[in-house]
């Protein structure tokens, strides 16, 4: 069983999921880079580790249960054991997504990777994550997802959108009720938001690097065993659901 802190992160190959295994893979975890396409993988695995970082490539299609399956086994075999897992992988689903417009197989693609492809991929790696002495899950969400701001008059909430915006509502009550089920144990899993940032998700109309993105799953993945569970955050802290 390796020594060394292990990590996957989900939809890693590019933006924010790149960043967020950069910024393990510097503090010297070794880092899953998990993603669907073998090239763009690959190609991001050999960045990483050009820069330094102990990176290895994880194909992984959070839709699919086979690969998913396949991508417990890898790591089980290459490191016996997950410290932290990233749920970073998520689609916006395109436009239109006011509640009168949005197509309902649009609603149903952008749930199956943003809210059941998270349930999928955690229910696989928690047989890993329960023999880490500090194992930690990170759901990556977004600010609007909190009801609380989206009810919030002149609160900054985006586009209405019947789709992207009610799949990290969702994210963020699965996270509550992950810590509620793993209170008792030493697992912490919490939500951050990384902010608007410039990425081909927005196509790239963002004010935030991914790099600076990256940081509050980097922190949330890092915290000591003291550290809250079934919480919000983003660098300003907590966000209210």
């Known amino acids: 069983m390796s020594e060394k802190k292990i990590a996957l992160v989900t939809g890693a190959n590019k933006g924010i999921g790149y960043e967020i295994a950069a910024g393990l893979g510097a503090l010297g ?50 490191a016996g054991r997950l410290d932290a897992l990233v749920n970073n992988a998520a ?9 009168t417009r949005v197509d309902l197989d649009t609603v149903r693609t952008v749930m199956e990777t943003n809210v059941i492809g998270v349930l999928r991929v955690t ?40 789709a992207y915006s009610t799949s990290k509502t969702f994210l963020n009550a699965v996270t509550v009720q992950y810590a509620k089920e793993l209170q008792d144990t030493n697992i912490l899993i ?8 410039a990425t081909d998700l ?31 955050f983003d660098d300003d802290g907590p966000i209210p659901w």
């Open 29 to 78: 975890w070794s880092v899953g880079v998990g993603a669907r396409s073998e090239g763009p993988r690959e190609e991001a695995v050999a960045k990483l580790r050009a820069a330094g970082a102990d990176a290895f490539g994880v194909p992984l299609d959070v839709t699919d249960d086979a690969t998913v399956t396949a991508a417990a086994g890898l790591i089980e075999e290459r």
């Open 91 to 99: 689609i916006t689903g395109g436009m239109p997504q006011e509640p």
């Open 123 to 162: 229910n696989a790696m928690l047989p890993l994550l329960r023999r880490s002495a500090s194992p930690r899950i990170v759901n990556m969400s977004s600010t609007v997802g909190s009801l609380t701001r989206q009810t919030t008059p002149g609160a900054q909430t985006g586009p209405i959108s019947a």
């Open 190 to 197: 919490n939500a951050g938001c990384p902010g608007f940032c």
């Open 202 to 232: 927005n196509g790239f109309r963002g004010v935030r690097t991914p790099e600076q993105g990256a940081a509050i799953a980097v922190q949330l993945a890092t915290l000591p065993d003291d550290g809250p569970t079934g919480a919000f």
